[in-house]
């Protein structure tokens, strides 16, 4: 029997969670990924699974001030994937978060869709603060957003970016990041996706960026590292940077330790997974898979 993909309409609140809730968004999170890109045959996996558990906390844990009703509203928080390629995660998260119509991920990399395979601004898609895809280029634009935000309107928005740690093989991050530094901005908060994986083989191996928090140091940021999975630590490593935002004069630079392809066993930490869709056999099992979590969640009672 042909696999039938469709996309429940629930959405979820942006207010605290419990580590059960987070755990259920994650797998929701996960589940639309696998189904928008098993529709489009192409894209990229690994990444947008390896993030799932932080864009959960970020725009579910009550940490992003945003407002999907008027998503323009012009004192929300920005959001910048810089790491455009990942845009999968960012579109489940939106549509979760009630800025689209979650059947609007069955749309994914179709022609004239919304949902284009990096974030395109002139696709008109709510929550889409800029266009990206092209490596590096995001988190200047971020950076420019919390110049203004901080040394031109005064204003107390923040501004998160995530780039990709293959990406920050890119020279012109290291500008971003010494302008940041440099301008004392506090209120701009950089995620690393520290997953040792890129297009073509191990981060290290292709051109190492280690050691990452020293040369975040260096650039006079406040630098967290977490296990990128971990519910509490990414709360608490969110809630840092916002008190940072207020008493410090650093900006933020978390560096997240993740898997590749987290959650579907036979595409956790391989970086062949990086552009890969799943076909109709690995679809199957991977939704089999965030079944059987699904019931080992509600089993632990977290
Ligand atoms: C300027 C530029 N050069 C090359 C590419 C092609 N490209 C897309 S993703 C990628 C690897 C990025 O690795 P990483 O940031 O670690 O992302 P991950 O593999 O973890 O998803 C490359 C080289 C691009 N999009 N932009």
Redo the contacts with the bound molecule.
Sequence with gaps: MALEISFSDKTFTNTSHTLQEFSEISLELRRDVIKSLYLAKSG?S??SLGMADIFAVLFFGGILRYNPANWQWEKRDKFVLS?G??APILYATLARAGFFPTKELATLRKLHSRLQGHPALDANLPGIETSA????QGISIALGMAMTHKLIDRTDQLVFSV?????IE?GSVWEAAMAAGNYNLSNLCWIV?N?D???DGR?HQVMSIYPIADKFKSFNFNVITIDGHNYNEILSAFNTFKENAKTSDKPTCIIAKTY?GKGISFMEDD?KW?GMPPNEEQARKAFNELEKMQQQIKSLNL
């Design positions: 990229h690994g990444g790491a390629h990942i895809g092209s490596l590096g780039t990709g740690d293959g990406e890119e996706d997953n994986c890129q297009i981060v590749m970086y990086h």
